[in-house]
């Protein structure tokens, strides 16, 4: 079984939370674990070597340190064990320390309103067996492919259902990870993408549209800080939403170009 969680950081001094400070990135597999940690916005003075200390459901493991420099650093390490419900401390100096867990994991939940809970939750979880991209991929292979117009944006409005996401003239259409045979080989590979299919098995859709010349995909969601991070992370780059301002909260669609 394959897990990954990206677990977002916290910069705290002494008991209150100061701001957000970088992610976890920890993907589990039957034997072991590989975590990627990006730490940002740390103030200014602080510099130098710190230990990471790693949770993993019974005890505190203290790993190799992460270098702070001009404010953020990056830091990898692959354990032999797979690693559940993780928490993650580094304690800089100055007061100052950096803070984040799984929301399964029990301390991290403790004391928290549902608010709080919901603005630290764990984007991107996903368990897969491990022949789940190779059976992705021959799904590809059997998907026949539609019979194009000579214009194929016309050929697909014909071919799926439509809808107007953002209340106004656009037509998108709406599509699932198996429909990606109509665009171009180098975009095939997003039925993959761990963001999309996130999105996907929340709303059952994903949408394409053009704007002007060019074609974007579109994936469900609402709209925080943190989640435009990790929709980032994984190629999504914009979000639009219906009335055209976008506020934390707000349903819409993160978005990224393709080609047909």
């Not at 022949?131 to 292979?141: D, H, L, S, V």
């Not at 080989?185 to 999309?196: A, D, E």
Request: proline letters at 5%; one cysteine or more; aromatic letters at 12%.
């Amino acid at each position: 079984m394959y897990r990954r969680e990206i677990i977002y950081i916290g910069l705290y001094r002494d008991e209150e939370k100061i701001g957000n400070a970088g992610f976890l990135k920890a993907e589990s597999g039957e034997r072991e674990c590989r975590l990627y940690l990006k730490v940002q916005n740390i103030p200014p003075g602080i510099s130098g070597r710190f230990p990471v200390r790693l949770y993993s459901g019974t005890d505190w493991k203290e790993l190799n340190g992460v270098s702070v420099q001009d404010g953020g650093g990056c830091w990898e390490e692959r354990l032999s064990d797979t690693v559940r419900m993780p928490m993650l401390q580094i304690r800089l100096s100055g007061g100052y320390r950096l803070e984040g867990g799984s929301r399964t994991a029990p301390e991290h939940s403790a004391g928290r309103s549902e608010r709080e809970e919901e603005a630290e939750a764990v984007i991107v979880t996903e368990e897969l067996l491990p022949e789940a991209p190779q059976k992705a991929a021959q799904t590809r292979r059997e998907m026949p492919e539609h019979s194009c117009k000579e214009d194929k944006w016309e050929q697909i409005l014909d071919s799926y259902e439509r809808l107007h996401p953002y209340g106004d003239g656009r037509v998108c259409v709406k599509l699932e990870p198996k429909d990606f045979v109509i665009l171009q080989g180098k975009y095939q590979h997003l039925v993959n993408n761990s963001f999309l299919l996130h999105g996907f098995y929340n709303y059952r859709y994903v949408i394409l549209g053009k704007e002007k010349d060019d074609y974007y995909l579109g994936v469900p969601g609402v709209f925080y800080e943190r989640e435009k991070m990790v929709a980032q992370m994984f190629g999504f780059e914009a979000f639009e939403c219906p009335g055209g301002e976008v506020k934390t909260g707000e349903f819409g669609y993160y978005l990224r170009t393709v080609e047909l």
